[in-house]
């Protein structure tokens, strides 16, 4: 039976052993210390530390993710209903996303949920709810703009893919990242979304796109001269 938990040196001899943990695994490199996850449709090697470790080799961190994106009329389905997410005395607020594959495909629940101005958790949390299946989760920020959180960074702790959705009202954007055990890493949003024409990827510089979000010529340039 696997270990919940496995530990391994990588040795320029060794290289990187299979994933066979239940959980996750620990990679000790020649660039730090990395941890290491699979789940259906997600593969991940994300760096917990960096430190210089002789001897050891290194390795590059990784971000698979192997089902379709998720389709745009569903990013503008959760931009539609984030934008119309009214609390009680008529102010905007937060509101929670999950999106499973299921049945070759995406399916989008909005579960039951606590809502405020600044924060959103969801009421069930059972091995059964969409919050134990879910592959993305995904919530708003209404006129803020999109950032992950110290809370964030507390609550997402999951073996998943975060996203949040800022400035919704004037300029949407949209920030994604990957997480394992409170590791993260931000990743370009068209990873996992098809994004409708207006909606900013926030892990690019609005330098670097044009005004519907997409890349200026020139940096595409710069992107082909390093690949």
């Given at each position: 039976m696997p270990a919940l938990v496995e530990y391994h040196l990588i040795t320029p001899q060794s290289g990187i052993p299979p994933f066979q943990a239940h959980l996750y695994d620990y990679l000790f490199a020649g660039n730090g210390v990395l941890i290491r996850s699979k789940r259906p449709g997600l593969e991940v090697i994300l760096p917990v530390t960096t430190q210089e470790i002789r001897g050891l080799a290194p390795i590059e961190p990784l971000v698979r993710f192997t089902y379709p994106p998720v389709p745009q009329h569903l990013v503008e389905q959760i931009l539609w209903c984030a934008q119309g997410a009214i609390g009680e005395e008529g102010n905007p607020v937060e509101i929670l996303f999950h999106l499973e594959w299921r049945d070759e495909e995406w399916q989008l629940t909005i579960p039951e949920q606590k809502q405020t101005a600044t924060s959103v958790v969801p009421t069930d949390d059972s091995a059964g709810s969409s919050y134990a299946t879910a592959l993305i989760d995904l919530?708003?920020?209404?006129?803020?703009?999109?950032f992950f959180s110290a809370t964030d960074n507390r609550d997402e702790?999951?073996?998943?893919?975060?996203?949040?959705?800022?400035?919704?009202?004037?300029?949407?954007?949209?920030?994604?990242?990957?997480?394992?055990e409170g590791v993260h890493w931000i990743i370009p949003a068209t990873t996992v979304f098809e994004l409708p024409e207006g909606l900013i990827d926030a892990s690019i510089p609005l330098s670097e796109q044009d005004e519907d979000g997409d890349l200026n010529p020139e940096h595409d340039d710069e992107e082909a001269s390093e690949l």
């Open positions: 919530h708003s920020h209404h006129g803020m703009q999109a702790q999951g073996f998943r893919i975060y996203a949040v959705l800022g400035n919704i009202f004037k300029r949407p954007e949209l920030l994604v990242r990957v997480g394992c």
